[in-house]
């Protein structure tokens, strides 16, 4: 039982729901699927139609894939999947890393309310990085009593049981945990794209820079074991995926404790050998972590596209180390320096923080500095946001002005790297893999290139998912006009 094809295969009614679930982890949330699907059948009964759902997702790539896991479950119990927040049952799968993401949870959850209100048979449901704040769950208590279901990250995996739980009852259902230390592999999972997907090889972080909150709300790191991430991935790639996303917080550091030890440049090794897949990407990269070894993996190779995302936070010393970053400015240039030396096409991007506690307009210049040296190809810039229990937020507070100066400064260099970098392709032929139909203009396909710039061409729509030879014609800024080839 690995995907929802096998699921959709299964015979439900061998699963015997009448007595007591199973306490095997996987065979129990198999059971509460089955119980989902009998209330998903009475729910067509009464109404003459499928239950609704709905999966939103607010945070980074590794709470998108747990969204394709909770829409996975959903699909397996009946639901009829929509991207329409009127659902019959609503999921939000919340992030915390800034403020601004707590916002716009509020805000979408006064609009459920609304559909509440007209469907009062309506379930809400909330979960992800933000329920695992006490302050966030009992303002929800307090404030948005509509709520249904209210989990956290560690018990993700009891999703099915939880779902259950909530279908059969009127009041809150509420489960968050401290901690876990339990993966469970082959739940069913929903995936957005048929032709990309990416792939958890770790959970949580152990890094606890000081101004990030995910190390408390994801929990220690833990690998899962290579032998389940290649069988995922040669499931993948039998499905049809040419392309994989290796997710981790700090995939640098993937493999050091399990029991028995593996590098992350040896399990790309492995991963490179997969029939099917064309294309191997991953994310996050900790510079203090990113060995020799990886870049000789990642030269070496004809999957790895070329594409490092190398956060950076901050270019000053100084307050790299105020963020527990361990790593110096020098460090940081002399890493990138290597880098562009062994595997010049490599495209490098990053995330840098402005205002942080204690950060001067001097500190901004030296970040200002390694931009320039570096030349990232793209960078996302965010503004400090204090996040409660981190050490960070008891530290004096960078006055507002200034960081506004500062940010636009930043902004405007990253834009000129970029530029640079992005524009130095032009009049090349390239390949992309077409993702999508263009947004805008139908007739444009809209495809990536390994360096992860993206490249919009006229292209028949059958043409997406397939790998194909684009010529850079117009550069744009951040993106580029083609044609096939
Ligand atoms: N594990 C990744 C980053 C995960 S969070 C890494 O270490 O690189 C994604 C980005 O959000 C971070 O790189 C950082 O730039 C930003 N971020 C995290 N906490 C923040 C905060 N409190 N305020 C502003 N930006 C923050
Ligand atoms: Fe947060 Fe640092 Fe861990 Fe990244 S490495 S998730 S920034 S604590
Ligand atoms: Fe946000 Fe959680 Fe990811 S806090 S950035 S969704 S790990």
Redesign the pocket.
């Known amino acids: 039982m690995k995907n929802t094809k096998v699921c959709s295969e299964m015979d439900w009614k061998e699963i015997d729901i009448s007595g007591q679930p199973p306490a095997e982890e996987l065979s129990r949330q198999y059971f509460y699927i089955a119980k989902c699907r009998h209330w998903v059948k009475d729910f067509e009964g009464k109404n003459g139609r499928l239950p609704t759902a709905c999966v939103v997702n607010y945070g980074c790539q590794m709470n998108a894939r747990d969204s394709e896991k909770l829409a996975g479950i959903l699909e397996s119990a009946g639901f009829l999947l929509t991207e329409e927040e009127n659902s019959d049952f609503v999921i939000f799968n919340t992030c915390t ?1 800034r403020d601004n993401a707590n916002q716009r949870v509020y805000g979408r959850l006064g609009v459920l309310n609304g559909y509440k209100r007209r469907n009062p048979a309506m379930k809400i449901a909330l979960c992800g990085c933000m329920m695992q704040e006490p302050s966030a769950v009992e303002k929800i208590r307090k404030s948005y009593g509509f709520v249904d279901l209210i989990f956290g990250t560690h018990n993700i995996y009891k999703f099915a049981e939880l779902l259950s739980l909530c279908l059969e009852s009127d009041r809150l259902v509420l489960d968050v945990w401290k901690d876990t230390d339990k993966i469970v592999e082959d739940l069913p999972v929903e995936r957005k794209y048929p032709f990309k997907s990416g792939i958890n090889i770790m959970f949580g ?5 000081s ?5 408390y709300v ?1 929990g220690r790191e833990r690998s899962r074991k290579p032998e389940d991430i290649l069988r995922e991935i040669e499931g993948l790639a039998a499905e049809g995926v040419v392309e994989v996303m290796l997710l981790g ?2 995939v640098n550091s993937y493999g050091k404790n399990l029991e028995e030890p593996i590098s992350f440049a040896e399990l790309l090794r492995r991963v490179e050998k997969i029939q099917g897949i064309k294309r191997i990407r991953f994310m ?1 990269s ?1 510079p203090k972590d990113l060995s020799d070894e990886l870049i000789q993996v990642m030269k070496e190779s004809s999957k790895i596209c070329r594409h490092l995302h190398l ?1 950076l ?1 901050s270019g000053s010393t100084r307050i790299l180390q105020a963020m ?2 361990r790593y110096t400015k020098e460090q940081y240039l002399e890493l990138a320096g290597k880098i562009r030396r062994e595997i010049p096409d490599m495209a490098i991007t990053t ?1 840098i923080i402005v205002g942080f506690p204690g950060e001067t307009p001097e500190d901004v210049e030296d970040t200002i500095d390694v931009i320039r040296r570096v030349g990232f190809d793209n960078a996302f810039t965010f503004i400090y946001s204090p996040r409660t229990g981190t050490p960070a937020a008891s530290m004096t507070p960078v006055p507002e002005k200034q960081v506004r100066e500062c940010f636009d400064r930043v902004l405007q260099t990253v834009q000129e790297t970029a530029k640079e970098r992005v524009s130095a392709y032009q009049g090349q032929v390239m390949e992309a893999l077409a993702e999508e139909i263009n947004e805008h203009d139908a007739s444009l396909l809209t495809g990536r290139l390994s360096n992860n710039t993206l490249v919009h061409f006229p292209g028949d729509p059958s043409l997406v998912g397939s790998l194909v030879k684009v010529s850079l014609e117009e550069c744009r800024g951040f993106y580029y006009l083609g044609h096939m080839v």
């Open positions: 890393v972080c152990n890094n606890f820079c101004y990030c909150i995910v190390p994801r917080q700090n996050t900790h956060p936070q527990n970053r995330d």
